[in-house]
């Protein structure tokens, strides 16, 4: 009897602990967190012939940072950029793989935007010179008229070269292919430090305008066997601001 006394008056107390116990402990684990308000870009890259381009690298470059995403087995892609991080009206991404010609895409670059893009892609060529997928500015940040008022990335200055090499000679002049905006002025093209062509009016919006043609000059009189060179220089603008503001990408530089 004395053995039963002592256990019926142990077990309330006993509980009772064990109570407070579970109560101070769930207590603890309970927080709260607001969800980051973030812009959301996606896409599908795939070939123009059909299927999907796995493991290509996307790319939103900014001064502060560089967003990354690579696509999946199906060619889907997302990135997200807080809100809070400063972007342009219309933002570029640029897309490449070493199966494509580089690509690039514009989505809007307002807060809460959720956006997507599909990017049908040609398979490049076999005589490709100049490959770069890169953004590009050129200028001297005054950003002079509306269509370049706002640009992702600062200047890297007037303009920018690539050099190639040539077995020979060729008998015609390449092809050039990129993606560009801010154009008011004439961008100029050069190879070997002579002027073959030019850049026109990109789109008046400020969004991205597609150049595809072949180079217009003499091929015997500005290419040669051995290292070339290739500048993208940006074109004067007005007297009280000298240089055009442009952002080009995705250039390539082939023979078909």
């Known amino acids: 009897m004395i053995g039963k006394r002592i256990w019926n008056r ?3 107390y006993c509980l009772t602990i064990t109570a407070v116990s579970l109560v101070t402990a769930s207590c603890q684990e309970v927080t709260t967190m607001e969800p980051q308000a973030e812009r959301v870009y996606s896409g599908h890259v795939e070939y123009a012939s059909g299927g999907g ?3 290509a690298a996307v790319a939103i470059p900014l001064d502060s940072h560089t ?3 690579s696509t999946n087995n199906s060619g889907s892609w997302t990135i997200a950029i807080p809100d809070d991080v400063a ?3 219309k933002v570029i991404a640029t897309i490449d793989h070493v199966s494509i010609m580089p690509e690039a895409e514009s989505f809007p670059g307002n807060p809460g935007t959720h956006s997507a893009r599909s990017s049908s892609c040609t398979k490049i060529v076999n005589h490709v010179y100049v490959k770069d997928a890169g953004l590009h ?3 001297n940040d005054r950003y002079g008229g509306s269509p370049n008022s706002q640009l992702q990335v600062s200047t890297e200055g007037l303009e920018k070269s690539y050099t190639f090499h040539l077995d020979q000679a060729p008998g015609r ?3 050039i292919r990129l993606y560009a905006r801010g154009i008011q002025e004439r961008t100029e093209i050069k190879i070997n430090g002579i002027s073959v062509d030019y850049l026109g009016d990109s789109d008046s919006s ?3 305008s597609r150049y595809n043609f072949r180079l217009t000059a003499n091929p015997s009189t500005v290419l040669h066997g051995g290292t070339n060179t290739l500048t ?3 074109g004067a603008y007005t007297e009280s601001d000298p240089w055009d503001d442009v952002e080009f990408c995705s250039l390539i530089l082939y023979f078909e």
């Open 87 to 89: 972007l342009p009206a």
């Open 137 to 139: 500015h050129l200028g």
């Open 10 to 12: 142990v077990l309330p």
């Open 232 to 234: 993208i220089r940006t």
């Open 53 to 55: 381009v796995s493991d």
């Open 206 to 208: 400020g969004g991205l």
């Open 67 to 69: 967003y990354r995403a």
């Open 173 to 175: 002049m390449p092809m």
